[in-house]
């Protein structure tokens, strides 16, 4: 029987170990009617049995007649090739979210490219041959901005590493795909119910234990502005859905017109010539992109208040001579992380009901305890594509929502 909804169809990739999951659950909600005729997600994971944490939530949303899961690897061309044939009876897939890319920060080069650059490469190609109408990438925030004021699509941040340089450079693969519907979202930090992935998650998990430890959590920054702007993953599904049904709407050639950025060169013009889709250096390369943070104009104070005041305690700072020495030694990496794992562990041990299982750690490597300044103005997603954040503030109330909710599925000590 043909597929004759109104709806569109829509394919996921990747992501199921950061925001796909609520994505997913955003377009076909465990109550309400779905936004879409038929939902695949592809990613690398299992999810019977499960070789990723999926939160209660996911696994419920697999079980609905729109959605389909396909494990597949997609660094393999033919893979990707076959990931965008629909099953039987249902259309082509109008709309592809691309939320790939290797997010731990101390991959190699050679990773970065192999599992971030060609797989979106290939994602992007396929999907402009195949003609989809919107092509959503969902970019991480791997940049460093300058901690003066938020900044808007016309500034170019640096790539913070490896990792940065290879995501960054990504986008600039994915702007030269001819007739590729591409809008490019740039998040900030996201957090909410069910991620266990990112520094939010940690700065929660970590204010906890000074909280149950009735003891002050101390940060080895200075209590500089130090921006780390927030964004609530709901608001990053939101987002995604709204930028998907503007460009379908218009069209690469209009899009670029109304919301095209330059995507400016931030690699070594040595690696053109070594790396399969890699631009010049000196070509212009323009693509729709749009910040999407909410309005917290969240900073490490900031966040590092609301969060230890949640848990009943306070956030401080070290001293000069402690930050110095804390910034510069590697090995007290392990030295700081005593504290935290250690009550961590303390938490799960005397949680009633205990905890048997959960994705919380709250040891934070040596990445998480570096400073990074992402500031960023969601003003033209406002302007542009008219969107209305659901969770304009990082608050009380959405930490409330987070712990509740790992306490119902049993992630999360009750102490």
């Not at 659950?25 to 038929?38: I, R, W």
């Not at 590092?304 to 110095?324: D, I, K």
């Amino acid at each position: 029987m043909a597929d004759v909804s109104s709806k569109p169809n829509v394919l996921i990739c990747g992501g199921v170990n950061t925001y796909s999951r609520a994505l997913a659950a955003y377009l076909v909600p465990l109550e309400g009617d779905p936004l879409v005729s038929h939902l695949r997600i592809v990613d690398k994971y299992s999810v019977e049995p499960a070789t990723t944490y999926l939160g209660s939530e996911f696994p419920q949303v697999l079980q609905k007649p729109q959605v389909d899961y396909k494990q597949a690897n997609l660094t393999v061309q033919s893979i990707v090739g076959s990931v965008f044939d629909p099953p039987d009876g249902h259309r082509p897939y109008d709309y592809v979210f691309d939320l790939t890319g290797e997010v731990r920060y101390d991959r190699t080069e050679m990773i970065q490219i192999k599992t971030t650059c060609n797989v979106a490469r290939m994602l992007g190609e396929e999907a402009a041959k195949r003609k989809v109408k919107a092509y959503v990438r969902v970019t991480l925030p791997f940049y460093e901005t300058s901690s003066k004021g938020s900044h808007d699509e016309k500034d170019d941040p640096k790539p913070d590493g490896t990792i940065g340089i290879w995501w960054h450079e990504t986008l600039r693969m994915l702007a030269a795909i001819e007739n590729l519907n591409l809008v490019i979202l740039r998040v900030g930090f996201v957090y909410g119910p069910y991620v266990e992935f990112g520094d939010i998650t940690s700065a929660i998990t970590v204010g906890s234990v000074y909280g149950y430890l009735k003891k002050p959590m101390k940060s080895v920054w200075s209590p500089g502005k130090n921006p780390t702007n927030t964004l609530h993953v709901v608001d990053l599904a939101g987002a995604a859905w709204a930028s998907a049904q503007w460009i379908a709407s218009l069209g690469r050639k209009e899009a670029d017109s109304l919301a095209g950025e330059s995507i400016i060169f931030r690699n070594e013009k040595s690696k053109v010539s070594e790396v399969a889709g890699m631009q010049p250096h000196d070509k212009k390369l323009v693509a729709p992109l749009f910040n999407l943070v909410d309005d917290s104009n969240s900073t490490l104070l900031s966040v590092g208040q609301t969060v230890t005041s949640f848990f009943g305690t306070t956030f401080e700072f070290f001293n000069l001579g402690e930050r110095t020495l804390y910034k510069f030694m590697d090995d007290t990496v392990e030295e700081i992380n005593e504290h935290h794992v250690g009550g961590w562990t303390q938490m799960i041990q005397n949680s009633n009901p205990p905890v048997l299982k959960t994705p919380l750690s709250a040891y934070m490597d040596k990445y998480a305890l570096e400073k990074h300044v992402v500031a960023f103005s969601n003003s033209k997603i406002k302007e542009v594509i008219g969107y209305n954040l659901r969770y304009s503030q990082f608050n009380h109330e959405a930490i409330r929502d987070i712990v509740s909710k790992w306490k119902e599925e049993g992630s999360w000590p009750n102490v």
